[in-house]
């Protein structure tokens, strides 16, 4: 598969990965709709793009159908087509299950879950259009439940499941569903995570040794979508986590126990 003139939505692209894979593609000559809240973030991120081709935002909250709706919408309006969608869009939080707020629970699931579902179900019929694909962004969070950060664990475990079903229902229908499972990838510094009360807070330092770019993580999410692949790990600890699951799922627990400062 090749990106150019295709028409893409990349959720949640006013900063980080998002918006790098906004620039691949437009250097690949794809058009491209990029969502995100946060209109002024997005003003900026369509600056910075523009020169390399076309780009157009659309300000949506993921878990409000009606923004879905306008997502969708605005792309056809805008270009007349949509090719694919990446859903990139997505938050994180931690804290044990017995002190999150209600509102940290619905937000996470709002916008990793039940936005991805909205509009990937309002998008189809138009991908269905142009035997185009669907691409979930997922983590090796979402391999195996990883204490303290449930909420974003069940989300992202949820992606292999919903590819797992839409990847057959739609192959009739020629669209390619796949979830891309990357790793700890470089954050922006404004980045924020939810704590358990809902306070957006600084997401923790990682050990560079262990993390990728942006840039090359986007770069093997685009090389996936390219290639169709159903399924793929994106780092080295991905695929650790991943052996470790499948053939020792009792030691990883017991790893996990031991690391554990509660
Ligand atoms: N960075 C990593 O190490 C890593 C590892 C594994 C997986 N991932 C996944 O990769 C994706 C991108 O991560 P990132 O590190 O680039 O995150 P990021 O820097 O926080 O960017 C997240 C993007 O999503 C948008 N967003 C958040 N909530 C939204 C909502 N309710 N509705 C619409 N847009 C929303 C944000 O814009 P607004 O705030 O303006 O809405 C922003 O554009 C996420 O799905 C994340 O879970 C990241």
Redesign the pocket.
Same mark, same amino acid.
């Given at each position: 598969m090749h990106f150019n003139n295709k028409v893409f939505i990349v $959720?949640?692209?006013?900063?980080?990965?998002?918006?790098?894979l906004a620039y691949q593609l437009l250097q690949q000559n794809a058009k491209l709709i990029? $969502?995100?809240?946060?209109?002024d973030?997005?003003r900026l991120?369509k600056e910075e793009l523009s020169s390399l081709g076309a780009v157009e935002y659309v300000v949506?909250?993921?878990?409000?159908w009606e923004?879905c709706q306008r997502v969708a919408d605005s792309t056809l309006t805008q270009y007349g087509k949509i090719d694919g969608i990446i859903? #990139?869009?997505?938050?994180?939080a931690f804290g044990k299950v017995a002190d999150m707020k209600r509102e940290v629970i619905d937000?996470i699931i #709002? $916008? #990793?879950l039940r936005?991805v579902l909205y509009l990937t179900n309002l998008v189809l019929p138009a991908i269905r259009a142009q035997n185009g694909s669907v691409l979930f962004?997922?983590?090796?969070?979402g391999l195996h439940g990883l204490p303290d950060y449930s909420l974003?664990s069940l989300t992202?475990m949820s992606l292999t499941a919903l590819a797992q079903s839409l990847h057959v229902e739609e192959a009739a229908n020629g669209v390619f569903v796949g979830v891309a499972?990357?790793?700890? $990838?470089? #954050?922006?510094s404004?980045?924020?995570?939810l704590n358990a009360s809902g306070e957006p807070v600084d997401?923790p330092r990682?050990n560079s040794l262990l993390?990728?770019s942006?840039q090359v993580?986007a770069s093997s999410i685009l090389k996936q979508l390219k290639r169709k692949k159903y399924w793929k790990l994106h780092s080295k600890v991905g695929l650790a986590n991943h052996f470790m699951v499948r053939f020792f799922p009792r030691v990883l627990f017991t790893i996990f126990k031991w690391n554990y400062k509660g």
């Open positions: $959720t949640g692209a006013s900063q980080g990965i998002g918006k790098e990029i $969502t995100g809240r946060n209109e973030r997005l991120a949506a909250d993921m878990g409000v923004d859903h #990139n869009a997505g938050m994180s937000e #709002n $916008t #990793n936005g962004v997922g983590s090796i969070a974003y992202k499972h990357i790793g700890f $990838t470089e #954050n922006e404004v980045k924020k995570t997401v990682r993390t990728n942006r993580t």
